[in-house]
């Protein structure tokens, strides 16, 4: 099986997933409409669709071509994404991921108010 890593392990500053961080602050511009159509990366329960398809992923508004730490721990807990999970199975540096602070439990938490 050929394993993978992740480009960045460490959540950004400014990551939309920590609780105490305001969205419009987000480095290199911000676009609500954007962000919205940022929900087809989320999981929907049931749906294993995914394993037979390409696996939607946020990128990281900071590093290019890096994953949305804050998104990936999501979706590979409380997300419960199994085909991101199944895909994780065969990072070599998942482990060594670290959060910033308390996290937004659902993709429409991270919108503005």
């Known amino acids: 099986m ?3 890593k992740l480009k960045r392990t460490a959540q ?3 990551c939309p997933w920590l609780k105490d961080v305001d969205p419009h602050d987000i480095p290199n511009g911000y676009c609500e409409t954007k962000h919205r159509n ?3 990366t ?3 329960e049931g749906d294993l669709s995914a394993l037979s398809g390409p696996l939607r992923a946020m990128a990281c508004h ?3 071509g890096a994953h949305c730490i804050g998104w990936l721990m999501n979706q ?3 997300g419960n994404n199994i085909a991101l999970r199944i895909h994780l199975m065969t990072c070599e540096n ?3 991921i670290r959060l910033r602070g308390e996290q937004h ?3 429409e938490d991270t919108l503005p108010g």
């Open 62 to 64: 900071e590093t290019e």
């Open 76 to 78: 590979a807990g409380p």
């Open 94 to 96: 998942f482990e060594k």
């Open 105 to 107: 439990a659902r993709f």
């Open 38 to 40: 940022l929900a087809d």
């Open 2 to 4: 050929k394993t993978w």
């Open 12 to 14: 950004c500053e400014k």
């Open 42 to 44: 989320i999981a929907e």
